[in-house]
């Protein structure tokens, strides 16, 4: 079935069964297939075998590039596969506090500290920040998130930091 996957017969252990296999893209109820069964009386017994393909979150790696003393946005929502939707986002991990702070905007629009294991709305997820420390341009510690979706099926990602931060230099002149 193009767009949606294949149904085989394979044999298990001597026993006959139907397999379906979606494409990498597909979610969703998956067209039926109609089968038969041969019973002992030699009856043939029919059925339809209708096979629901649920999306797990698949999140991809995110990376956090700025310059010092600069707030770095950051979406981690935005190139993720998110399953069936997104319930929470649970930060796992954060930097060490002398890199910075990460966090997030609540609904009245008071920014608010992460530690690990904060869990977010989407809606929070999508106003992260993070705040390095003054004067801080090194690389990030990378730190963990966990996507949860509607569901209860979940899939994690990691931002890092390959250069964090490009420093402003201080210059002083004399005569």
């Known amino acids: 079935m193009p767009g949606v996957g ?3 017969v394979v044999d298990v252990g001597g026993i006959p069964q139907i397999e379906f296999t979606p494409v990498a893209t597909f979610s969703g109820t998956a067209p039926p297939v109609a ?6 009386g030699n009856v043939l017994e029919q059925a339809n075998l209708t ?32 399953g069936n939707g997104v ?19 609540d609904a ?20 992260l920040v993070f705040v ?4 801080f341009f090194s690389s990030v510690t990378p730190f963990g998130y966990t996507i949860t979706d509607i569901d209860g099926d979940t899939g994690s990602a ?5 250069s964090t931060a490009t420093p402003r230099r201080s210059l002083t002149l004399s005569q």
């Not at 008071?110 to 977010?120: A, E, F, K, Q």
């Not at 989407?122 to 106003?127: K, L, N, R, Y």
């Not at 390095?132 to 004067?135: D, K, L, Q, R, Y």
């Not at 990691?158 to 390959?162: K, M």
């Open 158 to 162: 990691t931002v890092t930091s390959p």
């Open 87 to 105: 319930a929470t986002v649970t930060i796992d991990t954060i930097p060490p506090a002398v890199e910075g702070v990460l966090q997030y905007t």
């Open 35 to 40: 089968y038969g069964v041969i019973s002992g």
């Open 108 to 127: 009245g629009g008071t920014r608010i500290d992460i530690t690990p294991g904060t869990s977010l709305t989407p809606a929070e997820a999508a106003t």
């Open 51 to 82: 096979v629901l393909v649920n999306a797990i979150p698949d999140p991809v790696d995110d990376a956090l590039v700025g310059s010092e003393d600069t707030d770095l946005p950051l979406d981690i929502l935005s190139n993720d596969d998110v």
């Open 6 to 8: 294949t149904y085989q």
């Open 132 to 135: 390095p420390a003054p004067n």
